[in-house]
């Protein structure tokens, strides 16, 4: 093990397990938003996307969490994230009115996304 990896955060760890486990721990939106774009493993980076969704239901944090779904689903490098945040915003949008254009995010998403998989299931969500 190299010196910098001792000191690295959990989430960034091989150990898929660990990775996972250290999500319930951060409680920084602004990590949150950093473990979905760039955890080693796609399940942690989806459980990032699943806690920022969760604290949308506070009313404190619901502008600030929805800009961090809204950046997910426009720029994460991993289309999954992106599909998996357009429909955390879908989800929460189906409650409450908002300027923010989903379906938009969906046809970006399938427009852009060159995996089979995400662009049919953008599609779907049109």
């Known amino acids: 093990m190299r ?3 001792f000191f690295q955060p959990a989430w960034q760890s091989e150990d898929k397990d660990k990775s996972l486990k250290s999500i319930e721990k951060i409680t920084d939106l602004r990590v949150l938003s950093k473990v979905a774009q760039k955890a080693p493993h796609r399940e942690t980076r989806f459980e990032a996307v699943f806690k920022i969704r969760q604290e949308m239901v506070w009313v404190d944090s619901k502008k600030y969490t929805e800009g961090l779904l809204v950046d997910l689903a426009k720029n994460a490098e991993d289309p999954h994230v992106r599909l998996r945040a357009a429909r955390a915003l879908k989800v929460y949008h189906a409650d409450v009115t908002s300027s ?4 938009k995010l969906f046809s970006d998403i399938a427009e852009n996304a060159t995996d089979p998989e995400v662009r049919a ?5 049109l």
Do not use: S
């Not at 923010?100 to 379906?103: A, S, T």
């Not at 299931?121 to 969500?125: I, R, S």
């Open 3 to 5: 010196l910098f990896e």
């Open 100 to 103: 923010i254009n989903v379906k």
């Open 121 to 125: 299931a953008a599609m779907k969500e």
